[in-house]
C-alpha cells in the first residue's frame, strides 16, 4: 500500500461513495505525504525566473549552477540533513535556491516555514521583490497560495498561507516574530546580519530554530550568509562546526579535482584581463571559457567531521560565479580597485571570496596618520571618489 501513490490508491477504487470527488481533491491538496522529488527536480520543472526579479528570466535550469544541485537537494524530504549552512559570495545563486526550497515547500510538503531576514523592513522588501512573483510567475504556485495579509497588531510578520501549510516571513530584530508559531521548515537569510539580540531576547537564530524542535528529525534548517568579520560571524562559525564542504571542480588539462582558491588566480598587474586559473597540481593557466564545463563535472567533498552529523556545511566563493556573472577578469579587476582601503578589502573578501575579515582593532598610530595627509581645496572632490566621510578626534581631551 505504501508504495502506491494518492492517485493510484483512488484509482484502485479504495474509495468509492458519494462525494469522492471532494475527497479526492482534498487528499491531493493537503493529505499528500511528502514525495520523493527533490528541490532541484521540482525547480527545473516548475520553476519561473520572473524578468521583475531575474536577470535571466524564464524557466529556472539547476545546470546554471550546478553547485547549487546538492545544497538544493540537502533540504529535499528524502535527505537526511536536518541542517544546512551555507558560506557563500554574493553572485553565486544562492537566493534563487531558497526561493526554490520555498516553492517547492509549498507545491509538494507542505508545512508551517518560517523565513527570517536581518529586519522585518528587509522581510517586507523580500516578500514583496522576491516571494510574490516566485508564486506569480509558478502556475504550479499560483493556484495554491492565498492573498498576501499582514498579521498580528504589530504588523511585524508577513504570511502567506496555502493548503497544509503558512510561510511566515519576518526579521531577526523582531522577537514576536521569531517566537510567532512552530515551524517544520526554518530558512535563516543572511544570518550575518542579524542584531546579537531580538528585542533583547536573546540570539535571533537560537529562538528562531527553536521554533522546529517539536517537528525533530522531519525539520530542515537553511542557514545562508555572505560572511562579515571573524569571531562575530555567526555562518563562518555554523560552517566550522559543520563537514565543510569545499566544492571541486577538475582542472581542464589534467583532471585532478580541486576547489578553487583566490591566490590561484593570477594576472598581470594593472591587466586583469589576462588573469588566469592556475591548477594546483600542473600549474596549467585556465581560461574563463573552461569554467563552465568545470563546473558542471564539479562535486562537493567534505573535509571534516561535523559535531553534528545531521549538518552539511557548504563553503562557495565568486570564482565559481557562472560564466555571464562575475568573471575572474571582473574579480581581478575587483581586487585591484579595492587596494588602498580596509573598507573596500573587506567588502571584497566578504562578498567575492565568502571569507570574513580580521580587525587589526588598532588605529594607526599618531605620525603614520599624519604622514598620510593629502592636500585638497576645501569643497572639491578629488576623481574616483564615491562616498564622502569625515571624522574627528581631540587627543588633548576636553579643555
Ligand atoms: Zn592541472
Redesign the pocket.
Known amino acids: 500500500m505504501s508504495a502506491l501513490t494518492s492517485d493510484e490508491v483512488l484509482e484502485e477504487g479504495l474509495f468509492r461513495f458519494e462525494g469522492v470527488d471532494e475527497l479526492k481533491s482534498s487528499w491531493r491538496e493537503g493529505l499528500r505525504p511528502d514525495p520523493f522529488m527533490t528541490v532541484s527536480g521540482w525547480a527545473d520543472r516548475h520553476r519561473m525566473l520572473a524578468a521583475r526579479a531575474s536577470a535571466e528570466p524564464g524557466r529556472y535550469r539547476t545546470s546554471r549552477t550546478p553547485y547549487m544541485r546538492e545544497i538544493m537537494d540537502a533540504l529535499s524530504p528524502g535527505s537526511p540533513v536536518q541542517r544546512v549552512v551555507f558560506m557563500k559570495a554574493a553572485q553565486v545563486g544562492a537566493t534563487e535556491a531558497g526561493n526554490n526550497w520555498i516553492g517547492f515547500i509549498i507545491h509538494q510538503a507542505p508545512g508551517p516555514m518560517l523565513a527570517v531576514q536581518p529586519t522585518v523592513e528587509l522581510a517586507k522588501r523580500n516578500s514583496r521583490h522576491r516571494i510574490d512573483p516566485l508564486i506569480e510567475e509558478s502556475p504550479a504556485l499560483r493556484d495554491r497560495v492565498k492573498p498576501a495579509r499582514s498579521r498580528d497588531a504589530g504588523n511585524t510578520m508577513l504570511s502567506k498561507e496555502f493548503n497544509g501549510g503558512i510561510l511566515i516571513m519576518t526579521g531577526a530584530n523582531s522577537a514576536v516574530g521569531l517566537r510567532s508559531t512552530p515551524a517544520r521548515y526554518i530558512f535563516l537569510d543572511e544570518v550575518d546580519a542579524y542584531p546579537a539580540s531580538a528585542d533583547d531576547e536573546g540570539d535571533p537564530v537560537t529562538l528562531a530554530e527553536a521554533r522546529s524542535l517539536t517537528f525533530s528529525h522531519r525539520r530542515k534548517v537553511f542557514l545562508a550568509s555572505t560572511p562579515t568579520i571573524r569571531g562575530l560571524s555567526r555562518i563562518e562559525r555554523e560552517y566550522e562546526a559543520s563537514d565543510q564542504r569545499r566544492y571541486h571542480v577538475p582542472?581542464p588539462?589534467?583532471g585532478?579535482m580541486q576547489w578553487l582558491k583566490f591566490e590561484r588566480l593570477r594576472w598581470e598587474k594593472g591587466r586583469p584581463e589576462t588573469a588566469r586559473y592556475h591548477?594546483e597540481?600542473?600549474e596549467?593557466p585556465i581560461g574563463e571559457h573552461s569554467k563552465t564545463a568545470m563546473l558542471q563535472e564539479g562535486e562537493w567533498r567534505a573535509s571534516a567531521t561535523a559535531s553534528d552529523p545531521a549538518t552539511a556545511g557548504f563553503h562557495l566563493s565568486a570564482l565559481y560565479s557562472p560564466a555571464g556573472w562575475l568573471s575572474w577578469q571582473a574579480i581581478a579587476r575587483a581586487f585591484e580597485t579595492a587596494q588602498g582601503s580596509d573598507e573596500s578589502l573587506k567588502a571584497f573578501r566578504n562578498t567575492v571570496l565568502a571569507e570574513t575579515w580580521v580587525e587589526t582593532g588598532e588605529a594607526p598610530d599618531w605620525q603614520r596618520l599624519h604622514d598620510r595627509r593629502e592636500q585638497w581645496q576645501a569643497g572639491s572632490v578629488p576623481a574616483g571618489g564615491l562616498f564622502l566621510t569625515a571624522g574627528a578626534d581631540n587627543p588633548e581631551g576636553p579643555h
Open positions: 582542472c588539462e589534467c585532478v591548477c597540481a600542473c596549467a
